[in-house]
């Protein structure tokens, strides 16, 4: 009786045995495999993370700040992010392309303070639309500044025109001086400020 519970016994262990020694033989094809599909992963998550990547930043470009044309609003390397999807509208600080020829070839940024249609009249710096002087917060006069003109400029805005000037009113060069733009010399609009909005 002791005999054959023994023979049972080795003989269950020679299965075990044989068992294991077939998923040995199948383990190098199965880590090949395993390896091999972990690779095509790495792969397609780096494709797509890189396309996604590309088309977060089309169409919400990164963007900063060189010069002081917008303080006090904006400090000089403020930095922050856009979106190319906008329409323009009173009060929005957008890039321009520097490509345009109105500057010397630098994207810049401003603000829009003119839309079509609208008549504006600025006295130093100071903004009155459609006849109604316009209350800017974001407006800043450097009390250093001494020169004033007292002259008035009028200008009408045609289809598809817009106005856009620097915060900084007198250290600013803007469509007072080349001129009204069009949307597409418009960059992006800002959306918002990671570092350097004072306000």
Known sequence: MSEEILEKEVSAVNSEEIVEEKVTAEDPEEKKWKRR???IGDVVFFVVSFI???ILFTIFPPYYVDGNSMNQTLKNRAFGFGTIVFKPDYG????LHGDSGKTNDNDFIKRVVGKPGDVLEIT???LVRNGEE???DYAYYDPDYTYRSGVTQRIELGEGQYFVMGDNRFHSMDSRSFGPITKEEMKCKMMFFLWGKKR
Do not use: L, S
């Open 92 to 95: 929005d600080i957008v890039v």
């Open 37 to 39: 599909k972990a690779f």
């Open 52 to 54: 996604v990547i590309y």
């Open 124 to 126: 130093d710096g100071v």
């Open 134 to 136: 316009v209350k800017e």
